[in-house]
């Protein structure tokens, strides 16, 4: 398998890379400790078609691939992991509407998603008593004259607060017994200034502070029949779908922050003297970096094996599962040695791994906790 990038390709990683540069890197450490919301960085996005980079042209979007997203995720998470964590979500939310929507909601929703009129996109599958296990989820849409009403919370929600447009899945029947997970749930596409929706609560986090991560009630949330996705009852399998492609970019996340904090100790390493020669010539330090780089590049490889298997539309759950794992798993031992080469300066708010170190932690939880990784990566193991 050729991993050398087409120029298309190439193309979009460097307007990725300038723009984390430009645009990001001068005002990152200052987002994250004021907890500030990149509004206007997430519309430059839209207009560099970033926020729909997979999707297509018909539709406002780049018309790239997976492999192109990856890179793009890589990039903006080296400089800056609250936007790409909103830019992953916006193009997660924008690709399964436009790709398992009607032609009438995607025509709606998905054009003004990937411009950045709509600020982001939502993904609102998780609960307090159902996050790894989505089966287990209590929200309701009751059947009505007109359509659908939504009640119930959702938890955990990535820009809830500030999103245009959410994806909320619901359960459309009683839970009962019968046949595989997820049955009787359905997604729908909900209007994040529809009324009913209630920003219950902002969580204050560790890490990735330059995002909103909200509780959501929906009390009485009526929706038409138009706002289904897919069909009834399909959601089970819409979700999986979307956490399938979902974990790339979480892998190309990972690897971005790991990417930042390994260049930043390279750098000191180089600068900093102790003992006559620069700290990188003392073989301990040595060998730490040389594992870094060593897990980053491996990281790197099963990353662009998901994305390009998921480009050739053949299945690709197994190998996201191990990309994310790998990955994540990996860039936290990364940006942990990063802290270890700079000492007690990297321990400090003055230097930029602690940021790292904070923001790469939650990448092992969302869009499937590490061991959630491995159960699916063990079942596939057993078929």
Not at 71 to 90: G, H, K, P, Y
Not at 169 to 184: E, F, M, V
Not at 263 to 276: C, E
Not at 297 to 307: I, S, V
Request: aromatic letters at 6%.
């Amino acid at each position: 398998m050729d991993f050398t990038p087409t120029d298309e390709q190439l193309v979009i990683q460097r307007t990725a890379r300038e723009f984390a540069d430009r645009v990001l890197a001068p005002r990152a450490a200052a987002r994250d400790a004021t907890s500030a919301f990149p509004l206007a960085e997430l519309r430059e996005l839209g207009r560099l078609g970033m926020l729909g980079v997979a999707v297509s042209e018909s539709l406002g979007g780049a018309g790239a691939d997976t492999v192109s997203y990856a890179l793009v995720m890589q990039e903006l998470s080296r400089v800056d992991a609250s936007v790409a964590l909103l830019t992953s979500a916006t193009n997660m939310v924008a690709q399964l509407i436009a790709t398992r929507g009607s032609a009438a909601l995607a025509a709606a929703w998905v054009p003004r998603l990937v411009s950045g009129e709509l600020v982001c996109g939502a993904f609102a599958l998780s609960e307090a008593d159902a996050g790894s296990d989505a089966s287990a989820m209590t929200t309701l849409a009751t059947r009505t004259a007109s359509g659908w009403r939504l009640s119930g919370t959702k938890q955990w929600i990535t820009a809830g607060d500030r999103a245009g447009c959410i994806v909320v899945w619901a359960l459309t029947q009683p839970r009962g017994p019968g046949p595989g997970p997820g049955r009787g749930i359905t997604a729908f596409v909900v209007p994040g200034s529809a009324p009913g929706i209630t920003v219950a609560r902002l969580e204050d986090k560790l890490g990735l502070r330059g995002t909103s991560t909200a509780q959501l009630v929906l009390d009485g949330v009526e929706l038409g029949d138009d706002a289904v996705l897919g069909h009834v009852g399909g959601g089970f399998a819409l979700a999986m779908v979307a956490l399938d492609g979902g974990r790339i970019g979480i892998a190309a996340q990972a690897i971005g922050i790991a990417h930042g904090a390994l260049d930043a100790a390279l750098r000191y390493a180089r600068d900093r003297h102790t003992f006559g020669q620069p700290i990188i010539e003392h073989g301990g330090i040595a060998a730490m970096l040389a594992d870094a780089a060593t897990w980053l590049d491996a990281a790197t490889l099963l990353t662009l094996r998901a994305a390009a298997l998921k480009d050739r539309r053949v299945p690709f759950s197994q190998q996201a599962a191990m990309a994310k794992l790998f990955a994540t798993e990996h860039a936290w031992k990364i940006c942990d040695i990063a802290l270890q080469v700079h000492g007690g300066y990297g321990y400090t708010r003055d230097a930029p791994i602690e940021r790292a170190l904070r923001d790469v932690r939650a990448t092992r939880i969302y869009e499937g906790t590490s061991e959630i990784q491995r159960l699916t990566i063990a079942r596939n193991l057993m078929r």
